[in-house]
T-cell receptor, first 113, second 112 residues
Framework: DADVTQTPRNRITKTGKRIMLECSQT?????MYWYRQDPGLGLRLIYY???????NKGEISDGYSVSRQAQAKFSLSLESAIPNQTALYFC????????????FGSGTQLSVL | AQSVTQPDIHITVSEGASLELRCNYS??????LFWYVQSPGQGLQLLLK??????LVQGIKGFEAEFKRSQSSFNLRKPSVHWSDAAEYFC??????????FGIGTKLQVIP
């Protein structure tokens, strides 16, 4: 089984719909991240969480919200999806401090029509 | 604010030739620095990282990177490129109590 699991793998939705992307990890890591990847723009940080009670905005948090339900679970919501949120979304985890290697999920390809 | 600049969006090299991918960073303290690779349709895999110690870091798949504090650079190198190295490469900075920030990536094409 994968260490970092993202669901769904692919999603097509319509403008204005609410959508949730889920991420779960079996690494036992405290730190979790949501990134989006767009061609030519690399990975941009949406939100990150250093523990269950810690939520921080990243570079591009507008239009997104997150929930850290447990150490192992970190979900990303688009309250009212718009077409420019079409992207590949990655969840990642790390052990923090001197164990900063990021472990990535396989990604969720989201298309907003 | 921390940031990463990868000035080369695309690079094409011949198989067997040497490779250097450039990365410059901005960070307020001693940085954690990383290089990740993404093959088509895949997630990101860590090639190597630097935090302290020897400024020349060895990674997987024959890659190495050199940290130069005076130039705020962390360039990735490989002496002889293989066709399987064709991928997108991302430099990143962060760690400790800071988030991890990525550059925009460099796409590497390898020609026979």
């Amino acid at each position: 089984d994968a260490d970092v699991t993202q669901t769904p793998r692919n999603r097509i939705t319509k403008t204005g719909k609410r959508i949730m992307l889920e991420c779960s990890q079996t690494k036992g890591h405290d730190r979790m991240y949501w990134y989006r990847q767009d061609p030519g723009l690399g990975l941009r940080l949406i939100y990150y969480s250093f523990d269950v009670k810690d939520i921080n905005k990243g570079e591009i948090s507008d239009g997104y919200s997150v929930s850290r339900q447990a150490q192992a679970k970190f979900s990303l919501s688009l309250e009212s999806a718009i077409p420019n949120q079409t992207a590949l979304y990655f969840c990642a985890t790390s052990g923090g401090q001197h164990n900063e290697k990021l472990f990535f999920g396989s990604g969720t390809q989201l298309s907003v029509l | 604010a921390q940031s990463v600049t990868q000035p080369d969006i695309h690079i094409t090299v011949s198989e067997g030739a040497s490779l250097e991918l450039r990365c410059n960073y901005s960070y307020g303290a001693t940085p954690y620095l990383f290089w990740y690779v993404q093959s088509p349709g895949q997630g990101l895999q860590l090639l190597l990282k630097y935090f302290s110690g020897d400024t020349l870091v060895q990674g997987i798949k024959g890659f190495e990177a050199e940290f130069k504090r005076s130039q705020s650079s962390f360039n990735l190198r490989k002496p002889s490129v293989h066709w399987s190295d064709a991928a997108e490469y991302f430099c990143a900075v962060g760690g400790g109590y800071q988030k991890v920030t990525f550059g925009i990536g460099t796409k590497l094409q390898v020609i026979p």
